[in-house]
Antibody, heavy 121, light 109 residues
Framework: QVQLQESGPGLVKPSQTLSLTCTVS??????????WSWIRQPAGKRPEWIGR???????DYNPSLKSRVAMSIDASKNQFYLNLTSVTAADTATYYC?????????????WGRGILVTVSS | SSELTQDPAVSVALGQTIRITCQGD??????ASWYQQRPGQAPTPVIY???NRPSGIPARFSGSSSGTTATLTITGAQAEDEADYYC????????????FGPGTTVTIL
């Protein structure tokens, strides 16, 4: 059974860069069967799709965040990554990584437990 | 517009049927997927591809779709179904985008 685990700092200062790692176990990230996504959810609000990455390195980002987001992937470590630059308090949220498939609908099939990231000085 | 809308809340008695709707233009081209989220937990998929259930999801969960509206139905609601429910879809009209609805809070009386 696949498991995803987010890791990174829980506190980031305003204007700095938020960097998170998602470690995948129980499945090879390079199998090519899935996309790998980052999703965030401010407390009490809906989830927000941040972006996705494929094993080839191809990425798509939410236009509202595109200028500040970068994702990368390391198949040798079975990990993928999120960098979000110039953070503000509005970026405070629980950040999830997810394994995703696409057919007639998008399916966020498996999720990590999430990591709360607070932006504060 | 890629925005999805949902009713904020619904309450039903134990054993009754719950219907949660999700509306959005993107649903003309793609089916919604549905997610259950209990407090303090990550969302869990319950329906995808109109009416497919991931392994382990009870058969009381079903989905349907017509035009720009997707519906999640819980037939014979149980106490453990009390949660927030989000729909999600993708929209390729202006490049790749994925969106979630605002969520529906389900209360079992």
């Amino acid at each position: 059974q696949v498991q995803l685990q987010e890791s990174g700092p829980g506190l980031v200062k305003p204007s700095q860069t938020l960097s998170l790692t998602c470690t995948v176990s129980g499945d090879s990230i390079s199998s090519g069967s899935y996309y790998w996504s980052w999703i965030r959810q401010p407390a009490g609000k809906r989830p927000e799709w941040i972006g996705r990455i494929y094993i080839s390195g191809t990425t798509d980002y939410n236009p509202s965040l595109k200028s500040r987001v970068a994702m990368s992937i390391d198949a040798s470590k079975n990990q993928f990554y999120l960098n979000l630059t110039s953070v503000t308090a509005a970026d405070t949220a629980t950040y999830y990584c997810a394994r995703v498939t696409y057919s007639s609908s998008v399916l966020y099939r498996d999720w990590g437990r999430g990591i709360l990231v607070t932006v504060s000085s | 517009s890629s925005e999805l809308t949902q009713d904020p809340a619904v309450s039903v008695a134990l054993g009754q049927t719950i219907r949660i709707t999700c509306q959005g233009d993107s649903l003309r081209n793609y089916y919604a997927s549905w997610y259950q989220q209990r407090p303090g937990q990550a969302p869990t998929p319950v329906i995808y591809n109109r009416n497919n259930r991931p392994s382990g999801i009870p058969a009381r969960f079903s989905g349907s779709s017509s035009g720009t509206t997707a519906t999640l139905t819980i037939t014979g609601a149980q106490a453990e179904d009390e949660a927030d429910y989000y729909c999600a879809s993708r929209d390729n009209t202006g490049g790749h985008l994925e969106v979630f609805g605002p969520g529906t809070t389900v209360t079992i009386l």
